[in-house]
């Protein structure tokens, strides 16, 4: 009796493990997409501190993802079972953050960009604020955006463990949201270190052979990269934003799936053209919260 109790047992945790590995790999590419917005985010978010607290600062906002997850994971699966109806709203919340960040960052560039101060006045303004100060700014924005993306990616992975059993879906939502974590940060920290590794690559090399080109393509790529992400990263504010918008209003949900229906069969259109909707949608939200924030600061006299 004992030993059959004991084989049904075995039984049961390799069908759980067998479950788990297919529902993994589901939500894993469900959630993919997320991915690389929450790399171009959280990689803009911690540019511009000094090299040598580079790797902190990103461990240090890692350490607040970890903990998101640990907030987000228990509160959907609670959710999920008693309130399900809750998800989508505060989702939807989040969403509408991520496109009000998005055009604030914008509106900022177009019509409140400062005069070009000489290098002498940037120092000084600098530094009035401590380094500890400014680092710990970066790492709460990023921490914040994070908590959003991290609520996308557990509710993407949710919803394929919906009807599973429930060691199911705490298992695979706990794992994608650790691999998630793992695999973005790990990243983040190997872009903010390009420069570093080109200058040991120029070093180690004297300056000659193929090692001193790579270095000094990637010491003269990296800055670029940086750059670049941060256009990147105000974009996946409004296709992640704008995205979370179509997917929770009806109406405008209703508005894009026939436009999107009519795409021609082409795998190009078909991911190009849905995500430029989304973007422009994300624009729109974002500028009609600024809006609404602004008419609320006015009426209060703000």
Same mark, same amino acid.
């Given at each position: 009796?004992?030993?059959?109790?004991?084989?049904?047992?075995?039984?049961?945790?390799?069908?759980?493990?067998?479950?788990?590995?297919?529902?993994?790999?589901?939500?894993?590419?469900?959630?993919?997409?997320?991915?690389?917005?929450?790399?171009?985010?959280?990689?803009?978010?911690?540019?511009? *501190?000094?090299?040598?607290?580079? =790797?902190?600062?990103?461990?240090? *906002?890692?350490?607040?993802?970890?903990?998101?997850?640990?907030?987000?994971?228990?509160?959907?699966?609670?959710?999920?079972?008693?309130?399900?109806?809750?998800?989508?709203?505060?989702?939807?919340?989040?969403?509408?953050?991520?496109?009000?960040?998005?055009?604030?960052?914008?509106?900022?560039?177009?019509?409140?960009?400062?005069?070009?101060?000489?290098?002498?006045?940037?120092?000084?303004?600098?530094?009035?604020?401590? =380094?500890?100060?400014?680092?710990?700014?970066?790492?709460?924005?990023?921490?914040?955006?994070?908590?959003?993306?991290?609520?996308?990616? =557990?509710?993407?992975?949710? $919803?394929? *463990?919906?009807?599973?059993?429930?060691? @199911?879906?705490?298992?695979?939502?706990?794992?994608?949201?650790?691999?998630?974590?793992?695999?973005?940060?790990?990243?983040?920290?190997?872009?903010?270190?390009?420069?570093?590794?080109?200058?040991?690559?120029?070093?180690?090399?004297?300056?000659?052979?193929?090692?001193? =080109?790579?270095?000094?393509?990637?010491?003269?790529?990296?800055?670029?990269?940086?750059?670049?992400?941060?256009?990147?990263? @105000?974009?996946?504010?409004?296709? *992640?934003?704008? $995205?979370?918008?179509?997917?929770?209003?009806?109406?405008?949900?209703?508005?894009?799936?026939?436009?999107?229906?009519?795409?021609?069969?082409?795998?190009?259109?078909?991911?190009?053209?849905?995500?430029?909707?989304?973007?422009?949608?994300?624009?729109?939200?974002?500028?009609?919260?600024?809006?609404?924030?602004?008419?609320?600061?006015?009426?209060? $006299?703000?």
């Amino acid at each position: 009796m004992a030993g059959a109790s004991l084989l049904t047992l075995l039984d049961d945790i390799a069908t759980v493990l067998d479950d788990v590995a297919v529902m993994s790999k589901v939500a894993a590419k469900k959630t993919a997409g997320v991915l690389g917005d929450d790399l171009a985010l959280n990689a803009q978010q911690v540019s511009g *501190v000094a090299a040598e607290r580079e =790797i902190p600062v990103v461990w240090a *906002v890692a350490k607040g993802s970890f903990r998101n997850k640990l907030i987000l994971v228990p509160a959907a699966l609670v959710i999920s079972a008693f309130a399900p109806w809750l998800i989508m709203p505060a989702l939807l919340l989040g969403g509408l953050f991520l496109c009000f960040e998005g055009s604030e960052k914008v509106l900022e560039k177009l019509f409140h960009s400062e005069p070009k101060k000489e290098p002498v006045e940037a120092l000084e303004e600098i530094n009035k604020l401590t =380094i500890e100060e400014y680092e710990k700014t970066k790492i709460k924005g990023a921490i914040r955006t994070d908590f959003i993306l991290s609520a996308e990616i =557990i509710v993407i992975a949710l $919803g394929t *463990v919906q009807g599973q059993q429930t060691v @199911t879906q705490v298992i695979v939502v706990s794992l994608i949201a650790t691999i998630m974590t793992a695999g973005v940060y790990g990243l983040v920290a190997g872009i903010v270190k390009l420069d570093d590794l080109g200058f040991y690559l120029e070093r180690k090399s004297q300056g000659k052979g193929l090692l001193s =080109i790579l270095g000094s393509v990637l010491v003269a790529f990296a800055p670029k990269l940086m750059k670049g992400l941060t256009v990147v990263g @105000t974009a996946a504010m409004f296709l *992640v934003g704008g $995205g979370i918008v179509v997917h929770n209003v009806p109406f405008i949900h209703h508005w894009v799936e026939p436009i999107i229906m009519k795409l021609p069969d082409l795998t190009l259109v078909n991911a190009l053209v849905p995500a430029l909707l989304n973007g422009a949608i994300g624009v729109v939200a974002g500028l009609v919260v600024v809006g609404a924030i602004e008419v609320i600061h006015r009426v209060r $006299g703000k």
